[in-house]
């Protein structure tokens, strides 16, 4: 078969229907068209690397900008631990200008005694790969200033890749001011308990939600009582004398609700031992929600017995008679008073004894009234020989006393005591005077009426009324004798 083509047949490519010149043109054109995507392609990835690049200077420099104005010391190091980045801060903390320091080992920022352990430490951080970590947890760190100065920081590192050869970086905080505050804070505190304890005082603070009372001082420890034992306000006031307990509750009412901001109150606390002891407490809200219910309430309690004590001696001082020192009249009808009180609440009988001295005025007449006097004395000092501790006597004025007995069950025990009285004021009385070498012998004895609680009268003023009837029986029947209120009563008589 004869292969050779005959003139004027058009070439054709081995695809069907293509000629070969068309197929050259198709493949370069596909040649091109992939040329023009790889060229786009690499284009494309040199603009994204240089938009990178660029975008990591910006990060880079912003970041630069933050380290250089960041108020904190940021100390940067490599994989031997040399410092490669220390910004202003660090410099103005340390003193060393960066120039100096970049280079140098980390430990000439620690003094010689941390540096070995401190090197262990950030070694054995880059080695776990951890991102970051607070160093010296537990407690400060010690910086070391170029001139030679300790001072305490805080510090947290953290592994770095955003510059060639950083391999970590520290932020250093120092704390010498807050540790300063820390100090005196705690001095404060201190001075603050040693004052509690000297004056006798507390602080405390109410959370009114959960009713919790936190204390700073000896409150608890004043009355016998551990902290634990009164945690809540509800303990306080289960303490509280009944005489106050209405006004202190109703205090705390007023101020959580609204009623006043603040108040001060005088009251008495039982302590462990049974005993009352008087407190004064101050209040103040100290918050409020926005309803304007408190939400807290501080104050401070300042124990003042012995205040409360000194002013009851010098009230019973101003009560008592300046001769004698029994009660005078005032302070023996409020002991009278006390004493018929507790007799209410049992079936007791009590007993008051009006006392008035026979032949009294002759003896202050004839020998004045120094004589007189001392024969006042004696007679107060016998009378209160004559009583148990539990009964009251005290002068009225003049040559008049009262006696009150106790818890009497039967007549003749107030008969009994009356007797004994007479017996011993009836004894004579030695009185030295400057004008005599040996004491005057006196004598003088009593006259007593005596009046029943509750036979004849439940309060005081009427039972001295009707003994001090008595007594004028008693004083007409004749010296040293005594006499009942009524004749009906069935108890014998001296005279």
Same mark, same amino acid.
């Given at each position: 078969?004869?292969?050779?083509?005959?003139?004027?047949?058009?070439?054709?490519?081995?695809?069907?229907?293509?000629?070969?010149?068309?197929?050259?043109?198709?493949?370069?054109?596909?040649?091109?068209?992939?040329?023009?995507?790889?060229?786009?392609?690499?284009?494309?990835?040199?603009?994204?690397?240089?938009?990178?690049?660029?975008?990591?200077?910006?990060?880079?420099?912003?970041?630069?900008?933050?380290?250089?104005?960041?108020?904190?010391?940021?100390?940067?190091?490599?994989?031997?631990?040399?410092?490669?980045?220390?910004?202003?801060?660090?410099?103005?903390?340390?003193?060393?200008?960066?120039?100096?320091?970049?280079?140098?080992?980390?430990?000439?920022?620690?003094?010689?005694?941390?540096?070995?352990?401190?090197?262990?430490?950030?070694?054995?951080?880059?080695?776990?790969?951890?991102?970051?970590?607070?160093?010296?947890?537990?407690?400060?760190?010690?910086?070391?200033?170029?001139?030679?100065?300790?001072?305490?920081?805080?510090?947290?590192?953290?592994?770095?890749?955003?510059?060639?050869?950083?391999?970590?970086?520290?932020?250093?905080?120092?704390?010498?001011?807050?540790?300063?505050?820390?100090?005196?804070?705690?001095?404060?505190?201190?001075?603050?308990?040693?004052?509690?304890?000297?004056?006798?005082?507390?602080?405390?603070?109410?959370?009114?939600?959960?009713?919790?009372?936190?204390?700073?001082?000896?409150?608890?420890?004043?009355?016998?009582?551990?902290?634990?034992?009164?945690?809540?306000?509800?303990?306080?006031?289960?303490?509280?004398?009944?005489?106050?307990?209405?006004?202190?509750?109703?205090?705390?009412?007023?101020?959580?609700?609204?009623?006043?901001?603040?108040?001060?109150?005088?009251?008495?606390?039982?302590?462990?031992?049974?005993?009352?002891?008087?407190?004064?407490?101050?209040?103040?809200?100290?918050?409020?929600?926005?309803?304007?219910?408190?939400?807290?309430?501080?104050?401070?309690?300042?124990?003042?017995?012995?205040?409360?004590?000194?002013?009851?001696?010098?009230?019973?001082?101003?009560?008592?008679?300046?001769?004698?020192?029994?009660?005078?009249?005032?302070?023996?009808?409020?002991?009278?008073?006390?004493?018929?009180?507790?007799?209410?609440?049992?079936?007791?009988?009590?007993?008051?004894?009006?006392?008035?001295?026979?032949?009294?005025?002759?003896?202050?007449?004839?020998?004045?009234?120094?004589?007189?006097?001392?024969?006042?004395?004696?007679?107060?000092?016998?009378?209160?020989?004559?009583?148990?501790?539990?009964?009251?006597?005290?002068?009225?004025?003049?040559? =008049?006393? +009262?006696?009150?007995? %106790? #818890?009497? &069950?039967?007549?003749?025990?107030? @008969?009994? *005591? !009356?007797?004994?009285?007479?017996?011993?004021?009836?004894?004579?009385?030695?009185?030295?005077?400057?004008?005599?070498?040996?004491?005057?012998?006196?004598?003088?004895?009593?006259?007593?009426?005596?009046?029943?609680?509750?036979?004849?009268?439940?309060?005081? =003023?009427? +039972?001295?009324?009707? %003994? #001090?009837? &008595?007594?004028?029986?008693?004083? @007409?029947? *004749? !010296?040293?004798?005594?006499?009942?209120?009524?004749?009906?009563?069935?108890?014998?008589?001296?005279?």
């Amino acid at each position: 078969m004869n292969s050779r083509r005959k003139v004027g047949d058009v070439e054709r490519s081995p695809v069907a229907g293509v000629s070969r010149a068309s197929h050259e043109t198709l493949r370069q054109r596909l040649m091109r068209s992939v040329a023009a995507k790889r060229s786009a392609r690499r284009q494309a990835e040199i603009a994204a690397r240089r938009r990178a690049e660029a975008m990591l200077a910006e990060c880079r420099q912003r970041l630069a900008g933050i380290v250089d104005s960041a108020m904190d010391a940021i100390v940067g190091i490599d994989n031997e631990q040399r410092i490669v980045l220390f910004n202003p801060a660090a410099e103005e903390m340390f003193g060393y200008p960066a120039q100096r320091i970049l280079g140098r080992p980390l430990g000439a920022l620690i003094p010689c005694a941390f540096r070995a352990m401190h090197a262990e430490h950030v070694d054995e951080f880059l080695a776990t790969g951890a991102t970051a970590r607070r160093m010296g947890a537990l407690q400060a760190l010690t910086g070391l200033r170029a001139n030679g100065e300790e001072f305490p920081i805080e510090a947290s590192i953290s592994q770095s890749g955003l510059a060639e050869g950083l391999m970590a970086t520290a932020i250093v905080r120092d704390i010498t001011a807050r540790k300063a505050v820390e100090r005196a804070l705690l001095e404060s505190e201190q001075r603050l308990a040693l004052a509690l304890e000297a004056g006798g005082s507390a602080v405390w603070e109410l959370d009114v939600a959960s009713g919790v009372v936190h204390t700073q001082g000896q409150l608890a420890e004043m009355l016998g009582y551990r902290a634990e034992e009164l945690a809540t306000l509800d303990d306080w006031l289960a303490l509280v004398h009944r005489e106050e307990q209405e006004y202190v509750a109703g205090a705390f009412r007023e101020m959580i609700g609204g009623g006043r901001e603040r108040d001060r109150f005088e009251l008495r606390l039982r302590a462990r031992d049974g005993s009352w002891r008087w407190l004064l407490s101050q209040a103040i809200v100290a918050a409020r929600d926005a309803g304007g219910r408190a939400t807290r309430i501080v104050g401070a309690t300042t124990d003042i017995g012995d205040r409360k004590h000194a002013e009851e001696m010098m009230r019973q001082n101003a009560l008592r008679d300046p001769l004698t020192e029994l009660p005078n009249r005032a302070l023996t009808l409020e002991f009278c008073e006390r004493l018929l009180a507790g007799s209410r609440l049992g079936t007791a009988r009590s007993a008051v004894l009006f006392i008035d001295l026979d032949r009294f005025k002759p003896i202050n007449d004839s020998y004045g009234h120094r004589v007189g006097d001392a024969v006042l004395k004696e007679v107060a000092a016998r009378l209160r020989g004559c009583v148990r501790r539990e009964d009251v006597v005290g002068r009225l004025g003049g040559d =008049e006393f +009262l006696a009150v007995l %106790a #818890d009497i &069950a039967l007549p003749e025990e107030a @008969a009994q *005591g !009356a007797a004994h009285i007479l017996d011993s004021l009836s004894e004579p009385y030695l009185v030295a005077t400057p004008l005599a070498d040996t004491p005057l012998e006196l004598r003088t004895s009593p006259s007593i009426g005596i009046s029943l609680y509750p036979d004849h009268g439940e309060d005081i =003023e009427s +039972l001295i009324e009707r %003994a #001090d009837l &008595a007594m004028y029986r008693a004083k @007409a029947a *004749g !010296a040293g004798t005594f006499r009942f209120y009524a004749d009906e009563v069935p108890v014998a008589s001296r005279g």
